[in-house]
């Protein structure tokens, strides 16, 4: 397959967790609308072209920049490294990885200092900071809590042509995979990789790439995730679900999937498991195993395969897209060149008939649906 | 359409609530497996061919009964009357319809006394009785709990090809329509009935029939609900789930529904709302409001519109169907022929093409389902 | 003891259910920043003097009303009846019993019409009224509810010095008995009486009286009502948390009791059981139980016992109380003249020594308190 | 003050989280039937002296060894750390601290490969250790939930008397301040801190000591504490409910506090903040803030204040107490010589009377407990 990336000689900057999308919105005020009126995001400062978002728990500047611009695409994934030194260290390894690197004392953004953006090379344009400015922490805020309060950004989810490509480049970075989806042939349909200590900062979505899958944030139970449903369905904007509210396979948690006024993809999620130890054990999940994804069985819609959102270069240019070579997860696993089973023992009788989902009870389940 | 079922001369029944359906399992082991070891119903008594369960709130000896028999159906819809005197009043109300009606003193299951079975004039096999044996009302046994805990039996559903017809001959014996799905021209899809003071008693629900649509329990809280689904995930038994989790725009509730080793048709169920007064406010939906049976919006799966339980009648033989003539639900809102809207403003451009859904945004919640 | 109340010989009235009650505030703007900014109770219609409020399941005009005065006072606890005719019966019934009786045929306060209040046996301002104003139901307005949304007026609970005397008469009314807490020698403390299908729409509680204990209102859940302790806490009126949260012991319901800005007790309440049959079983707890009012068998603060809201009579003047005379249950079951017990087998051993909860391990819970 | 901990020259260990803790119980059967049969917490492994424990989501052998013994105690409070090495450099780092040291290759209790225990400058017993036992995690086996189900060691709590130098010493091993208690003199009454990316791994409590104060089991979400408290009152065991269900202030957190059988305090814990960022902001209390502790203002019952469990030495004796000279919290804030505010501003006018909540509103809440 394509290349592998070169491990740099100068070491990995030390990247402390993902702390910020900045993504570009076609209508500010349309945005605005979704993610404070509908999300209750809160605003940390905002002019006319710009928004600047934070959850309940954050203490930094924001976790999300709204810019108006002519194109939906996805301007920044940024992370926050331990310190300010970090910085550098993020600088020389991009520099010797060859890519494009800028470097702003002032910050790209609002509430951010020195930082430093590259377009990495699998295409994404990766933000490095450590100097911010603090806000009030919200925590305790309850006057301000609505039902469906989003209380941490918890991770990204990148789609990628070649994820163990991908996996390899993040590994180098200093990231740990916690989870993958794979076949018997070793196929590597996603990863999840971590900084902090959940299950991902940030994941690798096998697909045409680079585009943003979707970024996601967390709440405290569950039942805040029904709430968003719920007052989406209230205000008549219930065809921004897209998928779910379901309990992942991958991760255990729960989740929920939306759209945003321009189609980019927010995650609702919240009660994945502690991975912070350094021999935490890795879970590798049969890309045939319809539990995946969805733990209850309940089907993946094409669209969440399908759809991505355009990322930038740091001239503000879509980046053009690499196809993915390597089998699709849609293919392999619904329709009819796919199979998907509930039991690893009802698999290996339906693997020759390529029929899967098609036995009896479960057709109401997949059958049906393509 | 059909006849009307005439009123008889002398009062219906005073008719208190949904109390035990009777259902007959093929397989009586694996019936208990689902019915006690996953969804935890507690076990009053059981025999060689019958076991006999109730919720942790029941007073009265049971809630379902599960009989072993050759052929999956369902034996009784049993209601409790207000006095032993309203059980003659049944037997005179349905032999003046010239029903064929049975009464037993010592009732047709264990744990209830004289009680009336009736097929009555849509085929369905009714049971009416007040006597009954009280057992511990497990409510405050904590002890006792599993994370999905079913609390109470709520409401059967019921499906028949003419609505109006049932709901004119449920009326009269002392019904209250709450809710109902209709379209502009007045054709009835479904429609919510009560006694006690929930939205529903039963529903009639149009299709062919007589037959069983579902029957449901309820749960405290809604993450009762998703325990229940996470439970059927870690047995691998997902695909029992057909239809579910989500919110109802009918009732209000959060919903789930299984399918038994059997196929019968199980729903979990969570707060709906009081509807006790004299003049509580009856809801229509509009059948091609897309938020009608999922407040999200999310599909109703077709096995959910097409498959349902034979009835019995007395001797214990199959119901035969009789044909819904009126416009099918699922004909009408989904597939070439069908159209729904998430917002009416959206319908009205929509509806000279049929296509529904078939606009951006939504496609990935129902243009590509079917 | 006192005299028995007399059983008219006209009918009682058809009582449907609690409706709402009208309370006397000394501040409005302060009560109302309670009752809407604090408990997002739903505004239907105010003027300079009163405030109608409601819950979001509520379809009449109003739960609660706040009303200007110069004493903190209740002025009417109002019943629903079933019928227009409901009401005439209601007035025959207690002008037979020779109560001071008022009609109004376009009612005491907006949205109500044709009422009749009256003084009651006991001495409270009882209402019955069936014409009310229809106003929107919010259930589905998920866009307006808050983490802790009010759903439901659930009950009412009356201070009356002979508990015996008060139901007799209650029943009489129509109310059935579903809990009640006594002794061994059958002094009874409290008893909880319904009309609806829960565990009640009143109860009288022993002490000096006619005064108002509480009046309840339902959430869904038990997150519910803990994001209200949390607001609280949030605004800096964690003072107004009087008792609780906490599971009840009689009724089986999840508890919390607030004191109005001007004393007035509301618990917020959630998940007690269906009563709606005749032999629905009455559970009687042992006032030496000390999980009768806490399953959990944390403490009951001495004001809860002691305070309650005085009662006007029909002329607006608070009306005068008659002392209990039985024992009082703070008395028989804390301090130095009571005892509890956390299991029953303890209480026999410690009862000679009255020190109950005197014993080792539960010091932390009990004998350190008073 | 006493003298400080000294510095040593070699690096203190990386120590990634809190990992389990020895406690020793007089009555085995007793105690497995409260954290087995009560607490349902996992048992990895047992004999006839010692039981293994470990929660849901766990993947190390155990966080929980209960051991028989003559006299309840704490035999161990374990840290893991990053790597083999790092067992190594705790060796190092005690011994130049002129600890008590033991080294045992194959650990000193079952599932733990090599190992050092020190009696730490404070006097507690401290393990640190990497090799360990991976055992199934158990977080997808949602078949063995139960509704209160414990899914992560969170954290532990210990007593000493002067704070400042055990937080003094602790940082140079490593741990971050999260938030702490003090007054305007500056005397601190209480300090978090942590590894891992939550508020704590341990805490220091002001306190005669060494001792320890309680050790914390995380739920998922708060009604799963709740859980546990109805299922104690259903086994009559509700005096095992020491403090709470309440918010806490510090940290954020929902919370319970247990006795077990030999009086070892548990914390059941849920849903505090993400501390993993270099300059995570420190949240500093005052004593008087009545809502440090349980944010809803409910009291801390003295026995929370004064009770706490033995720690051993490396042979296995109770190590004596040094009392604590320092102010303590519980005589600053309640009786007679204390006061707490709810209101800041409150606060200023009450302190020269010392009477703090003796004002009307809060008596219930305050004033009445002691």
């Known amino acids: 397959m394509s290349q592998t990336i070169p491990v ?118 990766y933000e490095f900071f450590y100097d911010v400015e603090h806000v009030e922490r919200l925590a305790w805020r309850y006057d301000l809590y609505s039902p469906g309060a989003l209380v941490r950004l918890d991770h990204f989810n990148q789609v990628t042509p070649d994820v163990p490509k991908a996996v390899d480049y993040m590994e180098n970075l200093g990231f740990k995979v916690t989870e993958d989806i794979q076949d018997a042939e070793g196929t590597v349909y996603a990863s999840w990789m971590r900084r902090k200590s959940t299950v991902h900062d940030t994941a690798m979505t096998g697909g045409d790439g680079p585009r943003m899958h979707h970024v996601a944030f967390a709440t405290h139970e569950k039942h805040n995730i029904l709430a968003i449903c719920d007052k989406l369905g209230a205000l008549r904007l219930s065809d921004t679900i897209e998928r779910g509210p379901g309990r992942h396979g991958v991760s255990n948690a729960f989740y929920l999937y939306l759209r945003d006024p321009d189609g980019h993809r927010i995650e609702i999620y919240t009660q994945d498991y502690y991975t912070g130890d350094p021999d935490n054990p890795r879970v590798t999940w049969d890309v045939h195993d319809n539990q995946r994804r969805d733990w209850w069985g309940n089907p993946v819609v094409p669209s969440w395969y399908t759809d991505a959102s355009t990322v930038l270069d740091l001239d503000g240019n879509p980046v053009s897209l690499t196809q993915r070579t390597d089998d699709s997860e849609m293919d392999v696993t619904i329709g009819a060149d796919g199979f998907s089973y509930t039991r690893r023992e009802d698999a290996t009788t339906d693997v020759d008939e390529h029929s899967g989902a098609g036995d009896g009870e479960d057709e109401f389940k997949l059958g049906h649906q393509l």
Chains 1, 2, 3, 4 share one sequence.
């Open 8 to 125: 740099p000689s100068v070491p990995a900057p030390d990247i402390i967790r993902c702390a910020y999308m900045e993504i570009v919105v076609t209508d500010l005020k349309k945005s605005r609308d979704f993610y404070v009126g509908v999300l209750d995001l809160q605003v940390t400062e905002e002019d006319e072209t710009t928004v600047y978002l934070r959850s309940m728990e954050e203490f930094i500047h924001h976790n999300l920049v709204l810019r108006q611009g002519p194109v939906a695409a996805v301007s920044a994934f940024s992370y926050r490294v331990r310190s300010p030194e970090e910085v550098d260290a993020a600088e020389a390894y991009f520099r010797e990885l060859g890519c494009r690197v800028e470097r702003k004392k002032n910050g790209f953004v609002r509430g951010i200092g020195d930082s430093v953006r590259v377009q990495d090379p699998l295409g994404f344009p």
